[in-house]
């Protein structure tokens, strides 16, 4: 199952085309609605005021409430773009963004307002895509939950089992520790008071993916299937599976995690360290992983660039609305992204 993204922050709409999707499949449309509404802007004072509804409308690839098993399109209706924040600025890259980049790419085609493209608005029709792979794999019994593991240093608890994991989704602020949530709040809407923005981390996990699937080499490797799906979306910079970054602080002893046969005749781990992936197959643990989001690169405070078309050194002042952070708004993006990489690694 492959998907393409297309459309731009202010254009008419953005949208996404899932092909491969299997025939017969009952689209719970409420159910893609929820996941939907989850990442939606303009709710709070945590995100940005620019409001949208977010309701895909069907294309094609479904007849009668079922897939029809051809291309599945659905687009997703931008109605709050204010592309005149960006006009006066339009030869300015913007640091930490992808003006400069993109402008060399496309030989300055490219549509600036809000990014186009490049912008996080286009992790909508991702939700969308990543909702109809959660309800093929649902019918497989696994299932794909994440929460905030840190913001600006907070931390959140760690995930232990599937069931606090998955009800994460229910709350408005994807946390365990509400405690510590309710610190991650204060901290972004403090960065939001001086003019800035804050990143942060995601914990996913994949939850009944059996034994043996990957490959150690290139193309059908775990890691790197779920990687390339990560990185497509914006703001990731890092991509940690099991332990991560902390496996440079450990000795073998530590890193190791010790087999053992559970009452079933299934092998299990003591612990899951390798993130239930070894030589780039799964093991049959839960498949963890986290990622590490930058600050939204867009902040009220004057920054030096450059004149694109001037070629000058110059000042930037960003007017308009943007996320003091993204990451509470992101979880059910890299949710959505690890369960299309699962369906490529089932070769669904």
Do not use: W
Not at 154 to 172: C, F, H, P, R, T
């Amino acid at each position: 199952m492959k998907y393409s993204i297309f459309g731009e922050s202010h254009g008419p709409a953005i949208g996404v085309v899932l092909e491969g999707v299997p025939a017969g499949l009952r689209l719970d449309m409420a159910a893609i609605q929820k996941e939907m509404d989850r990442r939606r802007p303009g709710k709070d004072a945590l995100s940005t005021a620019r409001k949208e509804g977010d309701v895909p409308e069907i294309l094609s690839g479904v007849f009668e409430g079922k897939t029809t098993g051809t291309p599945l399109c659905a687009l997703i209706r931008n109605t709050d773009a204010h592309s005149g924040d960006y006009a006066a600025i339009k030869e300015l890259a913007r640091p930490g963004h992808a003006d400069y980049p993109a402008r060399v790419r496309y030989e300055g085609c490219n549509d600036y307002r809000g990014g186009g493209h490049f912008s996080g608005r286009l992790t909508a029709p991702l939700v969308f895509a990543g909702a109809v792979a959660k309800q093929i794999l649902a019918g497989k019994n696994i299932a794909v939950g994440a929460h905030i593991s840190s913001i600006y240093g907070i931390n959140d608890a760690v995930a232990e089992d599937m069931d606090s994991l998955l009800a994460v989704a229910e709350k408005d602020f994807p946390v365990l520790d509400d405690a510590a949530g309710q610190q991650m709040q204060d901290a972004i809407l403090e960065a939001k008071n001086e003019q800035d923005s804050v990143g942060g981390s995601i914990e996913c996990m994949v939850f009944g993916l059996p034994a043996g699937l990957g490959d150690p080499d290139f193309g059908r490797n775990a890691e790197g299937i779920f990687a390339q799906h990560l990185f497509a979306v914006p703001a990731v910079k890092a991509v940690g599976f099991g332990a991560g970054a902390a496996f440079s602080l450990m000795r073998g002893s530590e890193a190791n995690d010790p087999l053992y046969v559970d009452d079933d005749g299934s092998v299990k781990a003591e612990q899951n360290n390798a993130g239930g992936i070894n030589g780039g197959i799964t093991n049959g643990m839960p498949l963890v992983f986290e990622v590490t989001m930058r600050p939204t690169p867009s902040i009220a405070r004057t920054q030096f660039t450059v004149d694109m078309e001037k070629m000058e050194n110059a000042q930037l002042e960003l007017h308009g609305r943007h996320d003091p952070c993204v990451v509470h708004r992101a979880v059910p993006v890299i949710e959505a992204a690890a369960a299309l990489a699962t369906c490529e690694l089932m070769g669904i």
